[in-house]
């Protein structure tokens, strides 16, 4: 049956920002489906609050709206672009949700909108767990025994029926935000209480706890002739416990018997018939008993997920895109399968011939508060992907991947932890247990005693041994001693030279040097879905230690792009973005374009983005591999943040070409010294700083800067460990406890500019010209991180006089940098003057939210001007002004960390962004408010206790405040500042000052806003259960005063005054 | 025990390995298997008798070996041919490992070899004869003596070696109406007999020389003919007796090696392919409903020349690359199908295939 021919016009809801849970995956998944409907006809209409993502480039949609996700938002979208359909899939939870409330609220039926892909029943059949269990029963799958709770009275009743440990799931929650596993009472009421209140339902799933059961996962497609075909299945090594975002998962399944997986296949494809999805992807979860083999149906989504994204990644089968053309009604048959160069249609299940591992990646250093055991809530914030022709050679190639110091499987034992603290990594697991259980076996633990701490199944854990016995032999080997075959049997299960080296206790360049001395050099083979039965020429490609190799370098002029590795917070998905820009300009100019990434939630590991694709770890050796096969004309690491930023330095050794900015300029912009030189020719002042090697030094330090100062570890990504430093003993415990200074890890100190704006400025460099790419102003004050901060664009009150003279300053500063590409410079200005923070020669942050603004893409501009075009050339020497104002925010992790403290500072702690647009910066914010989840109130109560530094503002605000009718309340100390006002204040206590309190009153919902600026460790401190049961009660919270009169000027815009144009139109 | 091993082809193309298993010369003809799961089936279906098994899957070994999930009681197939060796099983029904079963199978198996490699010389160049032998027992000159020993598998006739000798009753059938099934054995799988007498077979299996006239003796509801190994085209005797068997107006079921039978009984072409079908993951369509359905295939024969005959259709056809899978008479209950949807290994959404079979049984 051919694509349906009643519908023109449909619309695709996107996820919004990334946030734990709900990464890039769905841009890629978005971007596929949008380019599909498009291809095939179909007008289509796009909602994403996320600039970073590529679906939200205006050649993706025909009209695409960055605006919030919510409800309110799409009527109004839907009122004006009147779409046949809307696709909920694509998008996430956060899409399902959405779409959902849409068909709930009668707003989909009054505007003749049908939903496709998956309607209204199978969302809730799927979603809501007691109609899902009901499902089960009826098909004779098994669940977990359970019960719904409402209350807590419920959840008493139930526990007494299944009894601890439990698991516990609030339902529509994303990621499984809010769940866990109780072991004791006083676990099991808390995470009750808690998830009650998560839950938009206030309904929560207890279920008998399957810990240590295995998992496993199916990914089903299925179209409406009722075709259903497995795209792959996937098994966790981590068993049941521990949510699937945090396992570490491969594909296909290792350990089961061709009876077992017909069973889940079967199953599976009944789930799907059951819940209701029509067409498209769902993926199922199953648990096993390891001993009985008793299957257990954990959940299904009924859209593409995480885990299918995954799954195309590891097959070359682009789920997203075939679940797209299902939905509009052809049938998988009908359908193509692109990876085999249409040879094969898409309706067969691929086959693969090689193993891969995903790992997550996590960030629990920059939450020392919160507990970083994993349980069933996601804590991961990215992810990576290897591929080997065994599973030793996919797991090490991950590892490796992962950036986070380790080559392999180190041992990370601590001299003085015994058997007891390996038992307890092995059965309460952390990010690290694989390298924990790694370490049990080289303390001489059993198979046995192993497998009963952590319940990892025996096949895996004899991979783990092997690779530990092989670690032995080669530390009691001699470089020069190691032969050939014993050399190559070692590449072949995946050990790096860098691990080999550490093993050796020599260093990598020797281990590198060795191995190309006797030639042993890896071969590249193909992802084709299909194990080699049929010839492919798509260029989707992986390394290991083999015989043939299928990629065939040509001989054309042709540019390796290094991506970004995984997402972690300090660089996420907007260095994907550039990524792909850079690939795309690469291939408008008829240039072979290559790109090497690791992560697969990524569009740029979409096999169609370049000529190339390797899906290889960006360290150096797999890197020098594929140089040294390709021989590329140059490589590019401007774009890919700092993953390939930290390979200049060897690139240059080696001789291998960087296009763009050289990489001496890298080295002048990082290099403190050179850059105070470099900088003496220009207006620009710098915070004063000093240099600490010791513990004394930096007490030195600051006692010639006074308060307050910056410190922060000499090389540092997204401002880890950087603090504010307001009072001596503040000092003290960051030195202490924080800060591990050394001469090898000297301490910045730099004086804090109090009371700074803070600009962003990104600009592009041809070596000649430089045109102004745009300048954010940062709401918040210096002294947050930028990302963390909001920023508005253009700047909203800076005179256009300043600006000028900044915008001139910054051309001058780039030029003689050399730049040649990108810069980003990041400038602070008090009482007029100008102080630059710092210069980063390569692509920001803020690269894709300002293409969106001015609608011009500044990663592909400066692609092409890297490749030898000038800004003439491409006809650009003019800044592109604004035409409205638009807004970026922050979205964070808080609500998933326990006991964490949502203050802002200058370390980063946000995963993701929105995008607000509108007439006015009012308007802006209000929506980029909106658009990260949060909704300002009207009217009400607002709770007032700033700074002293900020009193000074405050009867300013506070005035405003209650003109747009808020009742003010504030602590003793804050009424003062108000006392000589016309404001009418409430007083109200501080929690050290009695009750009732502001903890009380927040409880008691007496409190609608919060505005709490705070300074100083102890003050911090005693603040904290303000900031944390507003986060827990859903109450806007604002940590800096220009945070408020942002509110202020929202409210004064008024949401009844918002306007909705898509991208195209402006 | 690990030991050197080598795989030699035809063609003179040698790789180096480790080997598993029995240590002898194997030698057969190399096809290519790409489902994931279900060695264990694989090595012991019967079809594979005169053949070395590929598998492309990476890892073979992982769950051991089991007793309730073989095809035959023995490895039928000549040698294995893996990427890695898995010789510490996984799966909670395990009872032995597969290296085990190989020495008490006395089949060789070499590991280690670039596997996918060696697919795409079979993909591009067809199957080729070959041999695996322990490089330290045996010479490259003897295994290529092997190897002309063996010869083409044209003309071969494998199924002495895989198929009964004297007819017996297999179990009693599991419903309450019954249906006497007269199953020609050439090599049946098991999970074929054990899906006919859930379904209510009385089965009786009979050896492959089984006359028209033998079975018209048991006066069966109706005539199943199973898989098998090797070439058709020699099987004129057992042809001849299908086209009498045709005349007993009793339904006829075949799969792969009978519905090749059949097909010769119609007066069909059978032709050899360049290197057949082996995996779990092809899509067959089904011509009178529109329906695809993801199969399980062994086969490296395929039947053609279709299209005049106005007394049989195509009812089945690869969509992979548009073979035919399966026909049916116009008239008479007779319809025979390619791949094996009896699975084991692979999907079992085909089953439904059989329903056919009981209803045209009860009619």
Known sequence: ?1066 | MKFAAKLLLENGISFEGIGFGFKKIGVGEVVFNTAITGYQEILTDPSYDGQIITFTYPHIGNTGINFEDNESKKISARGLIVKNFCDFPSNYRSKMSLEKFLLEQKVICISDIDTRHLTRILRDEGCKIGAIYPSKYFTDEEADSEIKKFGSMDGKNFIENVAVSKSYAYGAPETKKKFKIAAVDFGIKENILRILKQMGGDVTVMPPTTTAEEIAALKPDGIFLSNGPGDPKVLTKAVYEVKQMMKLEVPIFGICLGHQIMSLAYGLKIEKMTFGHHGANHPVHDLKNNLVFITSQNHNFAVAGVDDREDIAITHKSLFDGSIQGIEHNEKPFYSIQCHPEASPGPKEFEVLFERFFEDMNA
């Open chain 1, 1 to 1066: 049956m051919p694509k349906r021919e009643d519908i023109k016009t449909i619309l695709i809801v996107g996820s919004g920002p990334i946030v734990i849970g709900q990464a890039c995956e769905f841009d890629y998944s978005g971007t596929q489906a949008c380019k599909a409907l498009r291809d095939n006809g179909y007008r289509v209409v796009l909602v994403n609050s996320n600039p970073a993502t590529i679906m939200t480039d205006p050649e993706i949609a025909d009209a695409t709206y960055i605006e919030p996700v919510d409800w309110q938002t799409l009527e109004k979208i839907i009122e004006k672009e009147k779409p046949d359909a809307i696709l909920p899939t694509m998008g996430g939870q956060t899409g399902l949700n959405v779409s959902l409330e849409l068909a709930k609220r009668g707003i989909l039926e009054k505007h003749s909108v049908e939903m496709i892909g998956a309607n209204r029943e199978a969302i809730d059949n799927a979603e809501d767990r007691e109609k899902f269990d009901k499902c089960m029963k009826d098909l004779g799958l098994e669940t977990p025994r359970s019960g719904f709770a409402h209350s807590m009275e419920d959840a008493w009743k139930i526990h007494k029926d299944i009894g601890l440990p439990c698991v516990i799931r609030p339902s529509f929650t994303l990621g499984g935000t809010g769940g866990g596993i109780a072991y004791n009472l006083k676990e099991f009421e808390e995470i009750c209480m808690n998830g009650l209140k998560l839950s938009p339902t206030k309904e929560l799933l207890i279920d008998e706890s399957l810990v240590g059961w295995k998992e496993f996962e199916m990914e089903v497609v299925r179209d409406k002739n009722d075709n259903c075909i497995i795209v792959c299945s996937i098994e966790n090594i981590d068993p049941m416990g521990v949510h699937t975002g945090d396992s570490i998962t491969v594909a296909p399944a290792q350990t089961l018997t061709d009876k077992e997986y017909q069973e889940m296949r079967e199953a599976s494809f009944k789930v799907l018939r059951r819940i209701g999805v029509e067409t498209g992807g769902s993926n199922v979860q199953f648990a096993q008993d390891p001993k009985t083999g008793r299957l257990v149906v954990i959940e299904m989504n009924p859209r593409v997920s995480r885990s299918s994204a995954l799954a195309s990644k590891a097959t070359g089968f682009p789920i997203a895109k075939v679940a797209a053309l299902l939905a509009v009604g052809y049938t998988l048959d009908e359908l193509k399968n692109d990876i085999t160069d249409g040879k094969t249609p898409a309706s067969f299940e691929p086959t693969i011939d090689y193993v891969v591992t995903k790992i997550p990646r996590f960030n629990f250093e920059k939450f020392p508060e919160t507990d970083s055991r994993l349980t069933t809530q996601m804590k991961s914030v990215g992810e990576v992907m290897a591929i080997g022709r065994n599973f030793q050679e996919s797991f090490q190639k991950a590892i490796r991947s992962m950036e986070n110091g380790l080559n392999g499987l180190s041992s990370i034992l601590k001299e003085n932890e015994g058997n007891g603290a390996i038992k307890l990594e092995l059965s309460t697991p952390g990010e690290k247990r694989l390298w924990y259980i790694a370490d049990a076996f080289r303390r001489g633990w059993s198979m046995d005693e192993v497998f009963v701490s952590c319940k990892v199944d025996s096949w895996f854990l004899h991979q783990i041994k092997d690779i530990v016995e092989d670690e032995k032999i080669i530390a009691n080997s001699n470089l020069e001693q190691i032969e050939t075959d014993t050399l190559k049997s070692y590449k072949k299960k995946g050990f790096s030279d860098a691990r080999i080296a550490d093993l050796l206790k020599i260093n990598e360049q020797s281990v590198r040097e060795y191995r190309y001395k006797l030639n042993i050099h890896p071969v590249f083979k193909r992802v084709d879905s299909c194990a080699a039965e049929f010839d492919s020429t798509t260029n989707y490609l992986y390394s290991t230690y083999e015989e043939f190799n299928e990629s065939e370098a040509s001989s054309n002029k042709k540019i390796i792009v290094l991506g970004s590795g995984p997402n972690r917070i300090g660089q996420g998905i907007e260095f994907d973005y550039c990524c792909v820009q850079a690939a795309l300009a690469f291939r408008e100019e008829n240039i072979e374009t290559i790109m090497i990434n690791s992560n697969p939630e990524t569009v740029s590991t979409d096999f169609d983005v370049s000529d190339k694709l390797y899906f290889e770890p960006i360290v150096a050796e797999d890197v020098f591999e594929i140089i040294r096969h390709e021989n590329p004309h140059g490589v590019v690491v401007q774009f890919g943040g700092q993953t390939p930023l930290k390979l200049t330095e060897e690139f240059e050794k080696n001789g291998i070409k960087i296009l763009g900015t050289p990489p001496s300029s890298i080295d002048t912009a990082e290099n403190r010294e050179k850059f105070k030189t470099f900088l003496s020719d220009f207006n620009f002042l710098q915070p004063e700083n000093r240099i600490a090697q010791t513990i004394e030094d930096a007490k030195k330090a600051v006692e010639e800067l006074s308060y307050p100062v910056i410190v922060r570890p000499s090389y540092v990504l997204g401002g880890r460990a950087m603090e504010l430093i307001y009072t001596d003993s503040d000092l003290s415990n960051y030195l202490t406890n924080v800060a591990n200074i050394s001469a090898e890890n000297p301490l910045l100190v730099e004086k804090f500019l109090d009371d700074a704006v803070e600009l962003d400025i990104d600009v592009i460099c041809d070596g000649e010209k430089t045109l102004i790419g745009g300048v954010l102003q940062h709401i918040e004050e210096a002294g947050i991180h930028s990302g963390d901060s909001s920023c508005s664009f253009p700047p909203y009150s800076v005179g256009d006089t300043q600006l000028h003279a900044l915008k001139k300053e910054i051309k001058a500063v780039a030029k003689k940098l050399n730049v040649i590409g990108l810069m980003n410079a990041q400038v602070a200005i008090k009482d007029d003057k100008f102080y630059m923070i710092e210069v980063n020669p390569r692509a920001s942050r803020t690269i894709p939210f300002l293409s969106k603004c001015i609608g011009n893409s500044l990663a592909k501009i400066a692609s092409k001007v890297i490749i030898g075009k000038s800004l003439e050339d491409l006809g650009l020497d003019a800044e592109i002004m604004p035409t409205n104002y638009a807004v970026k925010a922050p979205v964070f992790p808080f609500n998933k960390f326990r006991k964490v403290d949502p203050i802002l500072g200058p370390e980063m702690k946000s995963t993701g962004e929105v995008m607000g647009r509108g007439d006015c910066f009012g308007e802006a914010f209000g929506k980029a408010i909106k658009g990260a989840g949060e909704d300002i109130p009207n009217q009400g109560s607002v709770f007032v206790s700033v700074k002293d530094n900020d009193k000074k503002y405050l009867p300013d605000l506070c005035f405003k405040l209650q003109r747009l009718g808020f009742q003010i309340f504030a602590t003793k100390g804050t009424a003062k500042a108000l006392k000589d006002t016309d404001v009418k204040v409430k007083i109200i206590n501080k929690v050290l000052e009695g009750r009732p309190h502001i903890v009380d009153a927040i409880l008691n919902e007496e409190i609608d806003m919060i505005i709490n600026t705070t300074e100083g460790r102890q003050s911090i401190k005693d603040s904290f259960s303000i900031r944390r049961s507003a986060l827990e009660h859903n109450i806007f919270l604002t940590t800096t005063i220009s945070g408020g009169f942002a509110i202020v000027e929202s409210l004064e815009k008024g949401v009844e005054n918002w306007g909705y144009k898509p991208l195209q139109s402006s």
